[in-house]
């Protein structure tokens, strides 16, 4: 984990990493005051998302901030690889579509978890994918 003033950065290289992103999204979310169901809404999807980057890309980096540029609280994470990026993101966010052995919920059930969600993505080049809780 590295800090900056305004992001913390993990490096998502290894299946030990996801840990490493639960916690960080785990701790920021304690933190900044979120009811434990929405502090396991936000670790749930940065698990999803640590593990899709793990999987599919081999390696990336999250990086977390706690309050958007005009200042409005919340926990946003933002998930970015050099991967093989998703073909068709409409058949992806579609529920149970999946590319491997898993159970087609990912990104559906994370966009379902988040309040926002963010997805860029080109093919042969990685993805982007901002996800935000804010704080009521």
Do not use: C, H
Request: charged share 30%; proline share 4%; net charge neutral.
């Amino acid at each position: 984990m590295k800090r900056s003033d305004e992001y913390t950065f993990v490096k998502i290289e290894a299946e030990s990493d996801i840990v490493s992103v639960r916690k960080l999204a785990r701790i920021a979310a304690q933190e900044m005051g979120f009811s434990v169901t929405d502090v396991t809404r936000v670790v749930t999807a940065a698990s999803e998302l640590a593990r899709n980057i793990y999987k599919f890309a081999s390696n990336g980096i999250m990086s977390l901030a706690k309050e958007d540029p005009s200042g409005k609280k919340g926990v946003i994470l933002v998930f970015e690889d050099n991967g093989p990026g998703i073909l068709d993101v409409d058949q992806a966010m579609q529920p149970n579509y999946t590319t491997g052995d898993g159970l087609g919920l990912g990104l559906p059930g994370t966009k379902r978890l988040m309040d926002e969600m963010d997805i860029k993505t080109e093919p042969g080049k990685g993805t982007k994918i901002t996800i935000i809780k804010w704080l009521k």
